[in-house]
């Protein structure tokens, strides 16, 4: 999409994008900084409103613990539950009016708390403030076992707390209520459980309060929601849900009474700032309106002249050489103008070098004329040769321009570059028969081609300069017993192929054969064949694959070619034709 704007809007889009990035930036980190204000001010101000609530929680639950905790270490209390000594009328009625005196005592600042005494055995008296276990029995506890199980087995030392519905005496209603149940113990023995009532209302009364919109305050005990303030049980979300859409702020009660926790809405945070980002956002607008109309006349102002220079330049290159009516550009000192000057010195410089080129073409097209006419043809060489071999009547004759004739047929090979690995012997072959009867050198040769080798494909004159090179080095400095041999394999993993080429003459020691391989030998054994076959494997082959040389003075010389094998025809003439 941005490929095909002109020059004008790419310039105007990478500087609307570079402006506009910053802006983006800064009003996110801007909008980040102000959301979170907003939301630290919400809890803030929610949590402050909570802790008060538990504050006075805690200080109602405390000073009904405090009575408890009296009722608990009332030493006449606990002696007529101990001894049971003063069980007679007088007694019961004496310690019935004690009993009742403590309570109303303990319930002289706060009517609607109650307290109960369940004595575990029999006392003959069940009253208002004693009354017998057997109340607790019918009461359902946790895990299905009785009220009174449960307190008995809970820590001697501890309260523990029930939240219960109770009917009312004489009638259907039904309130709900904080219980806290705590065992009077004498050595090791339960003697009684004192019961604390404490009306559900007075703890909620402390959260009278209005509280944000869509949130609502949950009193949990083990994890089970006891009561709630603000919502409908039901629509309240569970688990993660919960932290996904609200703020959540937790306060404990008084150890092992439970937690009341507020759940605000995220949402508020939203509203509260709805007006605000409203007004950014419209400032944003209007920032973005003012950003793109200026973005668009500077770049209009940067590229007027380019474009200027562009309209002169959009014309193809026969019409821009072949008028006569082309001028200069505009002078200015600015780069456009330099640009202009720059443009027209080169075309005109175009404009010349393309009559130079007319005419070297047309040279060119008649020198090719006359070289077609003069083109040599190889059949005239074979036909030749064919001449002097009925001419002369010589076996020798015969047999030197037999191997002429079949090297130059290999040789030429209807103008291919690539042959057979066996084509390649075979004209190696009659290149040694030849050298044979020109020097006259009594030496020898041993060809061997691995079986299923010779049908690979081969770059043509691979082996030739480095045979030379052997017969040339090796074999033309001795009177006699000289050898070549060459030996052609595939090597063990099947992906390459061995060329050897060796010979029995002089060697050479390290330095000799470094400065053969980079070309610098200049003696008659001319490192440039060497370098020229190792350049034409490396761009035809690539690397992974060249020529090593391994000799030592008066012990010969070996050179090895490693060449891939398998080769298809097509691949290698593509190749070939740059090698």
């Given amino acids: 999409m941005i490929g095909k704007l002109s020059y004008r809007h790419k310039i105007a889009a990478i500087i609307f994008v570079f402006a506009f990035l910053p802006m983006i930036i800064l009003g996110s980190l801007m909008i980040q900084k102000v959301w979170s204000a907003k939301v630290q001010e919400i809890i803030n101000k929610n949590d402050i409103q909570l802790t008060s609530s538990v504050n006075g929680i805690n200080s109602l639950l405390s000073s009904n613990m405090d009575k408890l905790m009296a009722i608990n270490n009332n030493f006449y209390i606990f002696n007529y539950l101990d001894t049971k000594t003063d069980q007679n009328l007088v007694g019961v009625m004496n310690f019935s009016d004690y009993l009742q005196s403590v309570i109303n005592a303990m319930k ?78 004498s050595l090791g023995k339960p003697l009684a459980i004192i019961e604390l009532q404490i009306p559900i209302q007075q703890i909620t009364d402390f959260f009278t309060y209005e509280i944000p919109e869509g949130s609502y305050i949950v009193y949990e005990v083990d994890g089970k929601k006891q009561w709630v303030i603000g919502e409908e049980e039901e629509t309240i979300p569970e688990g993660d849900s919960a932290g996904d859409d609200y703020y959540i702020i937790d306060k404990e009660l008084k150890p092992g009474i439970g937690d009341i926790s507020m759940f605000v809405p995220k949402s508020l945070v939203f509203e509260g700032l709805k007006g605000y980002l409203i007004t950014v956002l419209v400032i944003f607008i209007f920032l973005i309106g003012i950003l793109f109309v200026t973005v668009e006349m500077v770049s209009y102002f940067l590229t007027k002249k380019l474009e200027a220079l562009f309209r002169k330049m959009n014309t193809n290159v026969e019409s821009l050489i072949s008028s006569d009516s082309f001028v200069p550009f505009e002078e200015t000192e600015d780069e456009f103008g330099k640009m202009g000057r720059i443009f027209y010195e080169l075309t005109m410089r175009i404009k010349e070098y393309y009559r130079k080129i007319t005419d070297y073409e047309l040279e060119k097209t008649v020198l090719e004329t006359q070289l077609l006419q003069e083109r040599f043809n190889p059949h005239f060489l074979y036909n030749t040769l064919s001449t002097f071999r009925w001419i002369y009547n010589d076996p020798k004759v015969h047999e030197v321009v037999d191997s002429m004739v079949k090297y130059y047929r290999i040789a030429l090979n209807k103008g291919s570059s690539i042959i057979t690995i066996e084509q390649e012997t075979e004209m190696i072959r009659e290149y040694l028969r030849l050298q044979m009867f020109a020097y006259g050198n009594d030496f020898d040769y041993d060809i061997h081609i691995e079986e299923d080798t010779g049908q690979q494909l081969v770059l043509k004159n691979l082996l030739q300069p480095i045979v030379e090179n052997a017969f040339l080095h090796g074999i033309s400095g001795r009177e006699s017993g000289g050898l070549i041999t060459i030996r052609v394999s595939t090597n063990d993993d099947n992906e390459t192929i061995r060329f050897e080429i060796a010979d029995n003459g002089l060697g050479m020691g390290p330095e000799k054969i470094k400065r053969i391989l980079e070309g610098a030998e200049e003696s008659k054994y001319s490192g440039y064949g060497m370098k020229n076959v190792r350049n034409r494997m490396e761009t035809y082959y690539g690397s992974g694959y060249g020529l090593e040389i391994e000799s030592e003075p008066g012990r010969g010389t070996k050179v090895i070619l490693t060449t891939p094998s398998n080769y298809s025809a097509d691949r290698m003439d593509a190749k070939a034709i740059s090698a």
């Fill in 108 to 185: 002289s600042d706060n009517r609607d708390v109650n307290f109960q005494i369940y004595a575990i055995e029999d006392t003959n008296y069940d009253g208002d403030y004693l009354r017998s276990i057997q109340n607790l029995e019918n009461v359902r506890g946790t895990n299905g076992i009785s009220l009174k199980d449960e307190i008995l087995q809970y820590d001697d030392s501890q309260i523990l707390w029930k939240y219960r519905t109770i009917k009312a005496q004489f009638s259907d209603a039904e309130s709900n209520f904080l219980f806290g149940y705590k065992k009077i113990m």
